[in-house]
């Protein structure tokens, strides 16, 4: 009791004499900075899509994501679909949902105006860095976001507001991410089919999500494994034939 006292978790302002959690200012941080390192890195290609096309294709993905978020997160409990609201549906969200569901946005729009090129290795280095200042809001949240760990004696365990020491899978992540940032910065220069970084960014990101999961008190959806395990095998499966490709030009390099 005396350790839940004094946890630090969750990190909270007040205003007008409310509190309110950081998360809500690292949300939308996350997508003001990622916005504009989009048109940064824009400004140092010559784009073979249209700015006109750009944006169509920037609305399927919000689109895609604001529902596949909701979908893949009310999944996350199963047991809320049978009394499913619309202020349950609304709160509801996951990045792994979001990035689904605008990949699908995408391909859905894209297939509309006519688009057969690919689209998304500009966005990699901007979801990374949005993502980064987002987890930071969800690691200041504490036990209040699902995204917490379960109970661990590892050095790494963290009291996140119950006394209990956690996986920290929030700073796991953060960790992760700046090491994806290094690697795309490291294959900036190289010889990669267009679309390739953002395929390699997917199946990096969602192999993570897959493994960390399980050191999640996540709930079983089928099978024991969660919405975000199917999520990321449903990943692997779509990019079947990227995975193959890449792992045999890695292992040709060998």
Avoid at 120 to 127: A, E, Q
Avoid at 135 to 148: A, K, L, N, V
């Amino acid at each position: 009791m005396l350790l839940k006292t004094l946890s630090v978790f969750p990190f909270q302002f007040e205003f007008f004499g409310a509190q309110y959690h950081y998360h809500y200012i690292f949300e939308t941080l996350a997508f003001i900075i990622g916005v504009r390192l989009y048109y940064y890195y824009k400004k140092g290609i010559v784009d073979q899509i249209s700015d006109e096309n750009r944006l169509w294709i920037m609305l399927g993905a919000m689109l895609g994501a604001l529902i596949g978020s909701r979908v893949v997160a009310v999944l996350e409990t199963p047991e809320v679909i049978n009394h499913l609201t619309f202020s349950i549906l609304y709160q509801s969200k996951t990045i792994i949902g979001g990035l689904l569901g605008g990949l699908f946005g995408v391909e859905l729009i894209k297939k509309i105006i006519g688009v057969k090129v690919a689209s998304g290795d500009i966005y990699v280095i901007p979801i990374l860095v949005a993502l980064i200042i987002g987890r930071i809001g969800c690691f200041s949240m504490g036990i209040d976001e699902p995204t917490y760990g379960i109970p661990t004696h590892l050095f790494t365990g963290m009291d996140l507001g119950d006394g209990i020491p956690r996986h920290p899978i929030m700073l796991y992540e953060i960790v992760y991410l700046v090491l994806l940032i290094f690697l795309f910065n490291s294959l900036k220069h190289k010889e990669l089919i267009n679309g390739d970084r953002f395929k390699l960014f997917m199946v990096l990101y969602f192999l993570f999500r897959f493994l960390i999961e399980f050191i999640k008190p996540y709930h079983s959806l089928f099978l024991n494994l969660s919405s975000i395990h199917w999520s990321a095998l449903f990943i692997f499966i779509y990019y079947y034939r990227f995975i193959i490709r890449i792992s045999k030009k890695i292992a040709v390099k060998k």
